[in-house]
Structure formats: structure tokens, C-alpha cells
């Protein structure tokens, strides 16, 4: 016998372990140490205008989501179109974070457009060229959705596409709910 | 009633499955030659059951029978014939009675065209195949049964997702599961070689037809899927690296690879454990594309419908499936011992460089897919994947492919002299360096290197390939069908090369606000926007825009792009107005209306881009005239007359040395 050729049902093994791993944990629901915790602040630059900044603190007194999105992201396609009815349903105003995207060095020309095209539901939109805010917010894949309360206290984190069912279920009683505490 | 039928005569397909997956299997092992010729009757009556089963579910759509909860869900009256039968496949349950019918065709098609095949080779081929189609019933029949009824009936069915409405994608499931399944008979073959403890050339002219049809299928099945998204999605791209695209390329890449392993195996008797491992692989691949799709670990576009449940059940089908298998090939594949030893440069080393580039793609893929998942698994990283993860890595891959695809046709068997290689290929190296370089400073006017190199790679290997069938000596209709086909099939490699690469550099679009009347210049295309108009059609109702679009003055086409609204809180559609060409497709997506007779529009030009597509006609078609080689065929008279044909079949190598490959 030969020992060499046990590899492939070992590696194998291996990969099981790893999808029931996925199976168990829903990958919607995984919990981050940043919930509960003070939003972790950004400083970047606007999409639309580089020479402003869009910052975390300058949004603490209202409830307010941070959405995580790329241009590269197939599903945040998908997702768009519940973000924008979400915004649009409970004004609530929302930063996307544009996510090392392409073409960041000279701004974005893929962002821009893809913004033009499927509309821009953000009140504004921070470029993230380096991926370090990502990095600060425990960012694991694009897309990604947070709720943070009036006091700055991140309460939720949504992994993957936002779907109709997670938005009328979880995110809107969590932001009228939110909108009731005292600042 | 009907309905009823198809569920009875599932659940004897499943009872003949359990038959047929046992008794052949067993009797082989403990000589009892009459279960042993169980398998090739029971191969039939499942292919025979399943057609029912299938047949009385396409009766519920086309008779709009909405107390059956999957046709209910999936279909109305309101829509065309076409799609109300594509419905069927359209979700979950429908999908996998189709994933069945398949499976059972393919047996049923092993065992009749079997008639060179020793028995019980035979039987335990079949006997495999069985038991991968219980398993499947199995999970039909207990977690997603397509004939449930409703006690409520409901007077009209819902609306399949638009998206689906569509004859591209209609075709494209029947076609890539045609290629998912077909690996099943490889599959099946490697587990009854691990069975016999035996591997000869015989077996991979057994396997290489099978592999060399399901890989064309999954060829087929991609190219479909590539030009759907391309023209329906409306986005205008033809590849997104999402999750089940990935899960769709990567059996076929190992598919690739292994057609090229089992012409070493075939040929030289080497690389025997490898094939075999290969096998294995490439059908897990297909197993876990499916679980991919269907248990919604991962989120993708393309995840319709997702349950944990029924994640589980196949999550411990695959586990069954690959976990035996492997445990089989790691105590058995030391009895496949490679003879064939060859040096440093010869056909056998290229073959393995192809292997190995293939392979380490595949785990590329592989890892990019599973990435969300490992970072879950350990959440360490933070790191995102996206294109720029797979462009950055498959691209140098396919490079060194591509370079080693063209001196591969030249390379002999066993040994070669690098200066024979070097003498055969200084040509089309020369050539094809030099058209990479000229022509591109003589048609656009900034260079880039990338265009350079993607054409050198596509004539390089276009000319290679064209020479070396020159250079057999021999007539055109006298050369085996296996050359013409892998020539036919690498140009067609060559083909998709050349155009991923000048659409990706040279492809142009815009977004425009455009009045009635205005018109826009892209790429010395000029678009005029005529009128726009509502229309209403069976399923939906579009606003319907009309494009004059002219070069120089003279008028190219009139195209007609859609925003389709399907109702019922549908999201609108768009179909993009497309003006495709050799050389070129334009391509013109609606956007939305601006007010005072304005709307919004997304022009492209994207040069070469159909060539993607045809490149992967090509490489079908190659494969398809390989599959049909007459070689295959003599499996009859080799076990009637055994020792003269064998002795034919060694002349013919040997006249034609690497002819065949």
C-alpha cells in the first residue's frame, strides 16, 4: 500500500468538514465582535466629490446603515434593488462603502457607472480603495449591510445580499425599533 | 391522476435503480452470472420509468394542472408554450427529476452501445450508475417531490422568474446537465477498473468516447450560459466568476484534463492512477456544483431557491459518493502500475504540464468559490474575492497553457529531441510573434501589450495546430476523425482567446441621456434614438425603443432595446438590442426615462466578442468528431478476432506515430 494515494480522501475530508461547517452556520447570520461595539470610524473620500470626506461620526444622533458594495460584486446586483426600496421606504440614510473597487486609483470609473446605471439610493458613498475601513468594520465579503443606532453602537450586520423576506422581517422592525431609543 | 402516474412510476424507476445498482455489483464479485446480466435489462426499464415519470410531469405544465404544487409555483396560463415546458425545469424538483432522467439515459445509452464491453465490466459500470441515480430519487422522493398536490387549488400559477423566460436559458440546463452527468460514466468506469484491480488500453477506449461526449455537452452547456447572461442580463459581460459559473467550469476543466490523461493512459499505459483520480474528480465537481446551487451556502444571482434541509441530504450524498470512491482509489491504486516510462521532452511531459496547469486552475476556482466559506470557517483574513482574484491567477495559468498547447502537437511519444521540436515549430512561432506585433501597431492606434500576447497565443496555436496536420503527409479525408477533432477543437481554444482578449481591451460603452431625435457616436458608430413605444406581448409588456445605428453614414441596423415589465411584482426586465457581427456586436440597453421624451442608454461596442462563443462551438465540435473516432468502434471485432485486430490496431500506431491522441 501506498501512502500517497490516501492524500485525495484526506483533502477530501477536510473540504467536508469545512461545508458542514457552512451548512450548520448560516452564512447570513454570523455574528461579529463589532455588535454591540462602538462603530469603528472612517475618513475617506467621497465618490462624487474626492475632495470631501465622509466620516462614521459625523452620522452619530440618527439611525443610520452602512451598506458594502463593489462594482466587481455580482450578487450586490442583485441586492441593489431591495437596498433602494429599503432606503427609500424608511429614510433611512445610508453610506455605501464602495469596496476596493477597480479603476480606484483613478476614481472609480466602474463605480460611477454602475451607480448610473442600476441608481444611487446612498447619501453618500466612501471609497475605500485599500479595503482598511473594510478591514476596521470586520468586513468578511461584499456585500454587507450594518444598522448602527443613534448612539453610534453598531446593533446588526447582515452578510450577502440583502433579500426581501431579511429587509421586511429584520431590518425594518430593527430601524423603527432603533428610531424609538433615546439618544 | 396523471400526476399520481409519474410519482408511481418514479418510485418503481427508484426500486429498479436499487436492482440495478445491487445485483449486477454483487453477483459480479460472488460469480453469479445471472444477476450479473441484471444490469443492462434494468438500465433500460429505469430510462423507460423515468420517461414516464418525466412525460407526466410535462403533461401538468402543458395542461396548466395547478393542484400540483410545482407547477403552481412555476408556471401559468399566461405563458408561451416554450416556457411553460422549460418551467419544468425552471426550479428545484423539476431540476433534479430532469438530473434523473438523465443519469438513467446515460445508462441506458452505456448499455446499449456496451456491445464490446466484457459483462461484468459492464455490470459494475451500470451497477455505479444505478446506485448514483437511488441516491438521487431518493432525495426527489423524500425532500422534494415535483408531484406534491395542493388541497387548495389555486386558479391561476405563479410566474417562473423572468429571467428564465428565455429560449438561451431554456436549452442551457438540459445541456450543461447532459455534460454534469455524462462525468457519471467515467465516473463509473474508474469505480469498476478500482473494482477489477485492472487498467488497460481496452478501458480507456471504453472511457474516452463517454468523457469526450459529456465534456462536449458541458462545453455546449457553458457557451450557452455565457451568451444568456451576455445578452439577457443586460450587463454585457460574458463571464462574472459568480459561484455557479464556477461550479459549471470547473468539472469541465477537469473534464478537460482527463480527456488528456486517458490519451496517455491509452497510449502509453502511464498515468493510470492519475486518470482514475481524475475520474473521481471531475464527477465530485459536477456533485458539488449541484449542492452548490441547490443548498444556498453560498449566495450567488443564481440561487433561486435554497434549503438547508436538502443541503444536508446531498452534503451526505456526496459524502457516500466521493468519501467511498476516494476510500477505494487509496486502497486499490497501487495496483495500477504506469509502465510506460518517457524523458524529460516528450508527449507524455507535455501532457503532464497540461494536466498540471489544468489541475492547479481548477484548485484556483475551486478556492475562490469556497472562499467565503473558509474565511467563515477560520475568519482570519479579510481579504475579498472577486474577478481581480481569479483574472490575476488564471490568466498567467492560461498563458503557459496556451504557449505549451502549440509544441504539444509536435512533441512524440516516449522520447524527442528538443531540436526536431525546435525545427518543426520556428515557423508558427515566427509567425505568429510577428502578425501578435504588426497588427495590432497597424489597426488601433494605442498598443498594449496584453493584445500582443493574446494574439500571439491564438495564432500561435492556430498555426501549430494547421501545421502539424500538414505535415502528417497525409489527404485531408484519410486522417483519423480523433486529428481533425483536436485540431478543429484547439483552434477553437485559440478562437475564444483571441476574443476574450480584444473585448476585454478594446470594448467601449457609455451611458447617454438621450432625447427623441438626439443621437450619440461610440466607436464610429453613430446611434440615433428614433422613437420609443409601448408594446404588449404575451407574458409582458415592454416600452419598446427603436435605434437607427449608422457607420459613415450608411445604415448598419435598426435595433430595438426593451425594458419588460412581467408583472406581478416582478422586476422589470431588460433586453438589450443587439447588432451582432464577426468582427464586432453592438449591443444597446433601455435604462430608464429621464421625462420630457428622455431616457436613459447603455451603449457598447465590444469587438470580437462573438468569437468567445464560436471558439467554443468549435471546441464541441472537435470533441464530437473525436468521440465518433473509428477506432472506437472496432471493440467488436476485437473480442471476435482478437489477436488479428489487435495486431492491426498496433500498425496503425506505429505508421502514424501521436496521430490519434
Known amino acids: ?183 | 391522476m396523471i400526476p399520481e402516474i409519474g410519482h408511481f412510476a418514479l418510485i418503481l424507476a427508484l426500486s429498479v435503480a436499487l436492482v440495478q445498482g445491487v445485483f449486477p455489483l454483487v453477483g459480479s464479485l460472488i460469480g453469479k452470472n445471472h444477476w450479473v446480466s441484471i444490469a443492462k435489462p434494468a438500465s433500460f426499464a429505469q430510462m423507460f420509468l423515468l420517461t414516464i415519470s418525466f412525460v407526466c410531469l410535462l403533461y401538468a405544465f402543458l395542461s396548466n394542472d395547478f393542484s400540483v404544487k410545482y407547477v403552481a409555483n412555476n408556471s401559468n396560463s399566461q405563458m408561451p408554450t416554450l416556457f411553460r415546458v422549460s418551467a419544468l425545469w425552471g426550479a428545484h424538483e423539476g431540476s433534479l427529476l430532469l438530473w434523473a432522467l438523465v443519469l438513467g439515459g446515460w445508462g441506458a445509452a452505456v448499455g446499449f452501445f456496451s456491445k464490446g464491453i466484457p459483462p461484468v465490466m459492464l455490470a459494475r459500470v451500470l451497477s455505479v450508475m444505478g446506485l448514483i441515480g437511488v441516491g438521487f430519487m431518493l432525495f426527489m422522493l423524500l425532500t422534494s417531490n415535483p408531484f406534491e398536490r395542493l388541497l387548495q387549488i389555486p386558479l391561476e400559477g405563479r410566474q417562473l422568474n423572468p429571467l428564465l423566460q428565455d429560449f438561451g436559458l431554456a436549452v442551457h440546463p438540459p445541456m450543461l446537465y447532459m455534460g454534469y452527468v455524462g462525468l457519471s460514466v467515467a465516473f463509473s468506469f474508474a469505480i469498476a477498473a478500482m473494482i477489477d484491480g485492472k487498467l488497460d488500453a481496452a478501458w480507456a477506449r471504453w472511457a474516452r468516447p463517454w468523457t469526450n461526449i459529456a465534456w462536449v455537452f458541458l462545453t455546449f452547456g457553458i457557451a450557452l450560459g455565457s451568451w444568456w447572461a451576455y445578452y439577457e442580463l443586460g450587463w454585457g459581460g460574458w463571464w462574472f466568476w459568480d459561484p455557479v459559473e464556477n461550479a459549471s467550469l470547473m468539472p469541465w476543466i477537469v473534464g478537460t484534463a482527463l480527456i488528456h490523461s486517458l490519451a496517455v493512459t491509452e497510449k502509453r499505459a502511464s498515468f493510470k492512477a492519475w486518470t482514475i483520480l481524475l475520474c473521481i474528480l471531475g464527477f465530485s465537481l459536477s456533485l458539488l456544483g449541484t449542492f452548490l446551487v441547490r443548498s444556498g451556502i453560498l449566495t450567488s444571482v443564481h440561487s433561486f431557491a435554497s434549503d438547508p434541509e436538502r443541503g444536508l441530504f446531498i452534503l451526505i450524498f456526496l459524502l457516500a459518493v466521493i468519501g467511498s470512491s476516494l476510500v477505494l482509489f487509496a486502497f486499490r491504486a497501487h495496483k495500477f502500475r504506469s509502465v510506460g516510462a518517457f524523458s524529460l521532452v516528450s508527449r507524455e511531459s507535455g501532457l503532464l504540464v497540461n494536466n498540471v496547469i489544468l489541475i492547479v486552475m481548477t484548485a484556483t476556482v475551486l478556492l475562490g468559490t469556497l472562499y467565503p466559506l473558509i474565511i467563515d470557517a477560520f475568519s482570519s483574513g479579510k481579504i475579498s474575492v472577486g474577478p481581480p482574484y481569479f483574472n490575476s491567477v488564471i490568466i498567467p495559468l492560461g498563458v503557459l497553457l496556451y504557449i505549451t498547447m502549440g509544441f504539444g502537437f509536435f512533441l512524440r511519444w516516449k522520447k524527442d529531441e528538443p531540436s526536431r521540436i525546435l525545427k518543426k515549430t520556428w515557423l508558427p512561432l515566427t509567425v505568429s510573434l510577428v502578425a501578435a506585433f504588426v497588427l495590432p501597431l497597424v489597426t488601433v492606434s494605442d498598443f498594449n501589450i496584453m493584445t500582443s500576447l493574446g494574439l500571439f497565443l491564438g495564432s500561435w496555436v492556430t498555426l501549430a495546430a494547421l501545421m502539424w496536420v500538414l505535415s502528417l503527409g497525409r489527404s485531408p479525408f484519410k486522417l483519423p476523425m480523433a486529428a481533425w477533432g483536436s485540431v478543429i477543437a484547439h483552434i477553437g481554444m485559440a478562437m475564444t482567446v483571441i476574443g476574450i482578449t480584444l473585448v476585454s481591451i478594446y470594448d467601449t460603452e457609455k451611458d447617454v441621456r438621450l432625447e427623441v431625435g438626439q443621437s450619440y457616436e461610440l466607436a464610429g458608430y453613430n446611434f440615433a434614438f428614433k422613437k420609443i413605444e409601448s408594446v404588449k406581448v404575451d407574458n409582458y409588456i415592454a416600452n419598446r425603443a427603436t435605434m437607427d445605428v449608422s457607420l459613415n453614414g450608411e445604415l448598419v441596423n435598426n435595433m430595438h432595446p426593451e425594458k419588460r415589465d412581467y408583472g406581478r411584482d416582478q422586476m422589470p426586465m431588460t433586453e438589450a438590442g443587439i447588432d451582432a457581427g464577426f468582427t464586432r456586436d453592438l449591443f444597446v440597453a433601455l435604462g430608464e426615462p429621464l421625462g420630457n421624451n428622455a431616457w436613459s442608454f447603455r451603449l457598447y461596442h465590444k469587438p470580437f466578442v462573438r468569437w468567445i462563443w464560436l471558439g467554443a462551438v468549435l471546441m464541441g465540435f472537435g470533441g464530437l468528431l473525436a468521440a465518433f473516432d473509428k477506432r472506437y468502434r472496432r471493440m467488436k471485432k476485437i473480442v471476435v478476432e482478437p489477436v488479428q485486430s489487435a495486431n492491426k490496431i498496433k500498425d496503425t500506431s506505429k505508421n502514424t506515430p501521436g496521430v490519434t491522441a
Not at chain 1, 446586483?77 to 480606484?104: F, Q
Request: proline content about 7%; glycine content about 8%.
Open chain 1, 1 to 183: 500500500m501506498n501512502k500517497k494515494y490516501f492524500i485525495p480522501l484526506i483533502a477530501f475530508m477536510a473540504l467536508v468538514g469545512l461545508m458542514l461547517f457552512g451548512l450548520k452556520n448560516d452564512p447570513k447570520v454570523i455574528p461579529s465582535p463589532f455588535i454591540g461595539q462602538p462603530a469603528p470610524n472612517f475618513s475617506l473620500p467621497k465618490l462624487y466629490k474626492p475632495e470631501e470626506m465622509v466620516t462614521a461620526k459625523e452620522m452619530k444622533g440618527e439611525v443610520w446603515v452602512l451598506n458594502l458594495w463593489a462594482s466587481w460584486c455580482v450578487s450586490c446586483r442583485a441586492e441593489h434593488k431591495v437596498l433602494s426600496r429599503l432606503i427609500e421606504k424608511m429614510k433611512v440614510p445610508t453610506i455605501g462603502l464602495n469596496y476596493k473597487d477597480y479603476g480606484t486609483e483613478d476614481y472609480g470609473d466602474e463605480a460611477l457607472a454602475w451607480l448610473a446605471r442600476y441608481g444611487n439610493p446612498y447619501q453618500s458613498v466612501a471609497v475605500d480603495t485599500e479595503g482598511t475601513a473594510g478591514l476596521d468594520w470586520g468586513v468578511v465579503g461584499v456585500p454587507e449591510t450594518f444598522v448602527v443606532d443613534k448612539k453610534g453602537i453598531v446593533r446588526y450586520k447582515f452578510t450577502g445580499p440583502v433579500y426581501d423576506e431579511a429587509m421586511d422581517q429584520i431590518l425594518v422592525p430593527l430601524i423603527t425599533e432603533l428610531r424609538k431609543e433615546k439618544r
